[in-house]
């Protein structure tokens, strides 16, 4: 893996930002994220392919699939782990057509739901699964923007300092699980 580099994602971040990274980069990102799970997923890309107008643009969007659990008193948010990416493969090349930028998760991509990231230029950042707890004191505010109906799988906005990740897919199409188990094939 590459030596850790902060990496601050704002709105207004060049593309450069997103270029220079490559797939073994350990990043902190902070910075705006939208949430992503399967139902505000389904519903943005059902909206997007109907032509209808969204409740926050999506344009330059970084989105974090995480399912958060409710906030204890005095927490701003609850557990906050990442999810299985893989599920919502299927609403990826819509949302990244739209302007999404990358996405944090966890789990293997492979074939079509890692040409998506490929064909838009998208990149892939992994959070550790399971750090649920310890991830949310990296989560400063945690705004519901949409689809409150959805509960956990509602569309939040939320504010990370510090949020640690590592960079699975960069722009050039690299994929840091297929280069690992490849390297892990030869040398073992």
Not at 152 to 169: D, G, K, M, R, S
Request: zero cysteines; glycine letters at 10%.
């Amino acid at each position: 893996m590459n030596s850790a580099r902060a990496i601050a994602w704002q709105l207004e971040a060049p593309e450069s930002d997103l270029a220079s990274l490559r797939a073994g980069d350990a990043v902190e990102l902070s910075g705006s994220v939208l949430t992503l799970r399967d139902a505000s997923a389904a519903r943005l890309a059902q909206a997007l392919t109907r032509k209808e107008q969204l409740p926050i643009s999506l344009a330059r969007r970084i989105m974090y699939a995480v399912g958060p659990s409710p906030a204890k008193p005095g927490q701003v948010i609850g557990s906050a782990g990442p999810t299985t990416t893989a599920r919502m493969g299927r609403f990826l090349p819509t949302l990244f057509a739209d302007g999404v930028r990358a996405i944090i998760g966890k789990g293997e991509l492979h074939g079509a739901d890692m040409a998506a990231f490929v064909e838009h230029g998208a990149v892939y950042f992994a959070a550790i699964g399971g750090l649920g707890a310890l991830l949310a004191k990296q989560i400063s505010t945690a705004n519901v923007v949409a689809y409150q109906e959805l509960g956990p799988e509602a569309l939040f906005e939320l504010e990370l300092t510090a949020f640690p990740a590592v960079v699975i897919i960069d722009r050039h199409g690299q994929n840091l699980h297929e280069t690992a188990r490849g390297r892990w094939r030869t040398e073992g």
